[in-house]
Every structure is written in structure tokens, then in C-alpha cells.
């Protein structure tokens, strides 16, 4: 399937509440980052800026910037010539991923019981309750896309920047193999485990925050790689 396959009806309609605004990056990467995961991009497309930012109503400049940003993320491979194309992590990636994953989000998780504002953590929480909303809608790329994004908004609250930036190459590249690999968004209930997670940071609790985060990043890695 190529980008000519998405519909434009479910992307513009949105992108036109901006009050007049020109959709930004900001506005199309979510939109494009979620129609991969939910493979009306296929993970062996190519596609072309001219074809996406026709499916977006944008200009080829703002999709230039959406691909160099899933580029730096690892979801999308770009080559000098080529077009673009969804990558396909495989066992040996997918397991290095959260290795490195569970190494870093460890010192994230201490750092944000130490740091975490009573602000923070309803912030946290209203994400968990979005994410928990799109699995009860059976809005499966959002749900992936939210649940990734829990673990960055962790990292923000740690406040440094290197293990920010570290985890933003490798959380949403865990989200596109979860989307390729689980059959079902909702098999994988993240959200239940991200709700006990911002309870033992609440609480201050370095040590559950640790246990918890290291439980939840080894159910995901073994339904993962139970696929292959």
C-alpha cells in the first residue's frame, strides 16, 4: 500500500479547527506517525513528499521536516536518491532496543520520583486517560503513539536532556514494532501498568517505580519477541 491509499477525509478536518492556521509540523507528525502505525502505510512503502503532502494538504517543505524527524526517530529510513520507507526492526534490533530502553528508563524512573510536580503527574495521568480512551475506541495507532509517549513525558519530568533525547531515538521506534507485531492494541494493556508506575512516583517511591518499570518493559519485550 502506498501514501496514494490514505484517505485525506480523516486527517483535514481536524487540521482545519486551527482557526485558520497553516498545519504545522507539529500538527502532521502525529497524523503521519499514526497512519504508519496502523499500517495504511505499509512497513515496505516508499512513498514521496509529493504524495504525503497531498494526502496532508501541506506543503513539501512541512513533510520534508515530518520525515527528518521520524528519520532521527528511526521510524523511517532516508537515503540520498531514494524514497522514504517505514523500517522493519528485526529480533535482534527489537531486543537491543529495549535493553538499552530498560537501562535508561531506570535512572528516568528515579529521577522523576525525585523531581515530579503535583502538575507533572496530572499531566501524566490525563495521558494515560487518552491513551486508555483511543484502546476503548479501538483507535489502535493513536493508542500505540500515546503509550510511547507516557515514557517521554517521563523523561521530560527527570530533566536531563541527554536521557530525553536518548529515549526519544528508541520509544518511538518500539512503538512501529509493536504496531507490525501485535495483532491487537488492546492485548497489550500498557495503560493499567502506566497507572501503577505514576502511582510509586507520586508516592516517591524509588524502589516500586524501578520494579514496576522493569516488570513493564519485560511484558513488552516478551510479547514482542514471541513473534519471531
Request: charged content about 20%; glycine content about 2%; aromatic content about 4%.
Amino acid at each position: 500500500m502506498t501514501a496514494h491509499a490514505l484517505q485525506r477525509e480523516p486527517f483535514l478536518p481536524a487540521l482545519r479547527l486551527a482557526a485558520g492556521k497553516k498545519p504545522s509540523v507539529d500538527d502532521i507528525y502525529p497524523r503521519l506517525f499514526d497512519a504508519i502505525l496502523e499500517q495504511r502505510i505499509a512497513p515496505a512503502s516508499r512513498f514521496t513528499e509529493e504524495s504525503l503532502g497531498e494526502t496532508f494538504g501541506v506543503s513539501r517543505s512541512v513533510i520534508r521536516r515530518v520525515l527528518a524527524k521520524l528519520s532521527h526517530q528511526q521510524v523511517i529510513i532516508l537515503r540520498p536518491n531514494q524514497r522514504a520507507q517505514v523500517a522493519a526492526p528485526d529480533a535482534q534490533q527489537t531486543r537491543q532496543i529495549l535493553e538499552a530502553r530498560r537501562m535508561t528508563e531506570i535512572t528516568v524512573v528515579q529521577l522523576a520520583c525525585a523531581q515530579a510536580t503535583a502538575a507533572q503527574i496530572r499531566q501524566l495521568r490525563e495521558l494515560i486517560a487518552r491513551e486508555h480512551e483511543c484502546i476503548e475506541h479501538n483507535q489502535r495507532g493513536p493508542a500505540i503513539r500515546l503509550s510511547g509517549e507516557f515514557h517521554l513525558h517521563l523523561a521530560a519530568i527527570a530533566a536531563n536532556a541527554p536521557l530525553a533525547q536518548f529515549l526519544n531515538s528508541l520509544v518511538p521506534l518500539t512503538s512501529l514494532v509493536i504496531a507490525q507485531y501485535e495483532a491487537k492494541a488492546c492485548t497489550y494493556c500498557a495503560w493499567q501498568e502506566h497507572v501503577a508506575i505514576v502511582e510509586a512516583v507520586e508516592r516517591r517511591d524509588s524502589n516500586a517505580a524501578v520494579a514496576l518499570m522493569t516488570q513493564h518493559l519485560d511484558h513488552l519485550e516478551s510479547k514482542l519477541l514471541k513473534h519471531h
